[in-house]
């Protein structure tokens, strides 16, 4: 197969996995049983074992010292960062909201090209990036004059923007480590890194969560966080990021607000208004010219 066909597959496969995602760890959430933190050490514990079980049927490869300080950056910047202020955010976000606002990862991630790899941001793109800016502090606005369904917060907003600058961080300034090494040992060790940061935090809700009121609903929605939003996504990404530009990668995130506005519209748990609306088409209109100007520059 065409190694950029693979890339792109790769990556419609995954952010099509998270647009779903984003409607299960809501409803997760609206239990108030499993807390984030908890949350993400479950996923980090079962990715981490699935990925280092799979290690032992592939050939071994000598990870030297910084190599492994690099992962850990990349554990930390890649996994802990989006996965913490996701978790977080869905809790204070609607759907919709929350899939919207982060569809500005590909403005990050110019971002981060134009500070690490010197490219420089021409005026249009400058403008993109002030009319998706204009979007987003519409509904910043929006949400401190609004209630009931389709609420988001004002922190919940500002969470899924600093997931979107993490995540536009990772595919930029980790690109030469995951370049070097294949999927399965880059992914073993960033999780079990992950692990190892958010422990501490989670070890509380560890011991103190009454696991008896989960009900077997949230315990299969939380597996499919494990399996597929986790291992099979997080496998995924990697293939797709080594075939593909950041830029490229990051502009699958538009299946997310698509997928989840669907899913979550027909769940009641959002509405569509018009307000959303305008300033979904403000937020992907900037999009599209930062995309549109940089394919031109390239």
Not at 87 to 97: E, F, N, R
Not at 124 to 146: D, E, M, N, P, R
Not at 193 to 221: C, G
Request: with cysteine.
């Amino acid at each position: 197969m065409n190694r950029q066909l693979l890339g792109h597959l790769a990556c419609f496969g995954a952010y099509a996995i998270f647009g779903l995602n984003i409607i299960f760890c809501k409803d997760i959430t609206n239990q108030s049983v499993l807390s984030p933190a908890l949350l993400f050490t479950f996923r980090a514990v079962c990715a981490a074992a699935l990925f280092w079980l799979l290690s032992l049927f592939m050939p071994k490869h000598k990870v030297p010292k910084r190599d492994l300080i690099a992962m850990f950056g990349a554990g930390f910047l890649g996994l802990v960062m989006p996965q913490m202020t996701f978790l977080y955010a869905v809790g204070m976000t609607t759907p919709i909201d929350l899939s919207v606002v982060n569809s500005i990862t590909p403005i990050m991630t110019m971002f981060v090209a134009a500070i690490f790899l010197k490219e420089p941001i021409t005026l249009k793109k400058a403008g993109g990036v002030a009319l998706s800016f204009g979007g987003v502090i519409w509904l910043i606005f929006q949400s401190t004059h609004t209630g009931g369904i389709g609420h988001s917060s004002p922190l919940g907003i500002g969470l899924t923007i600093l997931n979107a600058l993490c995540f536009a961080l990772y595919l930029g300034i980790c690109r030469p480590i995951i370049q070097r090494y294949d999927v399965i040992t880059l992914m073993k060790w960033m999780f079990l890194f992950a692990l190892i940061i958010i422990i501490p935090f989670s070890a509380r809700d560890l011991v103190s969560t009454q696991y008896a009121l989960v009900s077997a609903q949230v315990w299969w929605e939380v597996a499919y966080l494990i399996f597929f939003a986790t291992f099979v996504a997080y496998f995924l990404i990697p293939i797709g990021q080594q075939r593909i530009r950041p830029t490229l990668v990051s502009m699958y995130n538009y299946l997310q607000p698509i997928i989840a506005s669907i899913i979550g519209v027909w769940l009641g748990m959002d509405q569509l208004t018009l307000t959303k609306v305008l300033a979904a088409i403000l937020i992907f209109a900037g999009v599209a010219i930062v995309n549109r100007s940089r394919a031109r520059a390239s």
